[in-house]
């Protein structure tokens, strides 16, 4: 298995909803990254796990909560998001954070709030 | 000023066509990468280089460290090559990229 899958894919909720994006890898990588990805924008970290723990996070606001319960799945729950939250949520992983290593993509979660 | 400079931001070509996207950057990396992505969104990874040239079929990316510039070509454009085309930098911190703007590709028959 060598790729970044992420369910849903699409995903339309209130503001008042709570939701959760997945993202899973069987490669046996040991870094996980979430990016989101404004339209015509280039994509910009959210958070990084480097073996199961939160290393970085770039100040994103608590509306954003990340999981990751194992070495092979990532989560991220929304709480009370904003319509200026929509855009497409890829997650990303790599086998090592330092190093010259390959990253692979996720398809994204193409997020709606409204 | 943005850590990674792509160039140009859009480029029309016409099938059969050499194509060349340029990348610049300014921060020190222990790779680059060249990244395709749909529109779909999904972003797959096309080349990852520390230095010299790497071949992929049609494609082409080579990258001077000394010059900090990196380039994508590629030769016989065909319009499922229409895409954006993403320069991304892996940085020293815990492997984080920091992305170029991206170009947009379209490749008319």
């Known amino acids: 298995d060598t790729e970044v899958t992420q369910t849903p894919k699409h995903l339309v909720m209130g503001m008042t909803n709570k939701k959760s994006l997945k993202c899973e890898q069987h490669?046996?990588?040991?870094?996980m990254y979430w990016y989101k990805q404004k339209a015509k924008k280039p994509p910009e970290l959210m958070f990084v796990?480097?073996?199961?723990?939160?290393?970085i996070n770039e100040s994103v606001p608590s509306r954003f909560s990340p999981e990751c319960p194992n070495s092979s799945l990532l989560n991220l729950h929304l709480h009370a998001l904003q319509p200026e939250d929509s855009a497409l949520y890829l997650c990303?992983?790599?086998?090592?954070?330092?190093?010259?290593?390959?990253?692979?993509f996720g398809s994204g979660t193409r997020l709606t709030v409204v | 000023k943005n850590e990674v400079e792509q160039s140009p931001q859009n480029l029309t070509a016409q099938e059969g066509e050499f194509i060349t996207i340029n990348c610049s950057y300014s921060?020190?990396?222990?790779?680059l990468h060249w990244l395709q992505q749909h529109p779909g969104g999904g972003i797959v990874s096309l080349f990852m280089?520390?230095?010299g040239k790497k071949k992929h079929g049609r494609l082409i990316a080579t990258i001077n460290i000394q010059e900090k510039h990196s380039s994508l070509h590629i030769t016989a454009s065909h319009p499922r090559d229409s895409a954006v085309y993403i320069c991304?930098?892996?940085?020293?911190?815990?492997?984080?990229?920091?992305f170029g703007r991206g170009t947009q590709l379209t490749v008319w028959p």
């Open positions: 280089l520390s230095s």
């Open positions: 921060v020190g990396i222990s790779a």
């Open positions: 796990y480097s073996y199961e723990k939160l290393s």
């Open positions: 991304a930098v892996r940085g020293s911190t815990l492997g984080r990229l920091y």
């Open positions: 490669m046996g990588h040991r870094a």
């Open positions: 990303a992983s790599s086998q090592f954070y330092t190093g010259n290593y390959g990253y692979t």
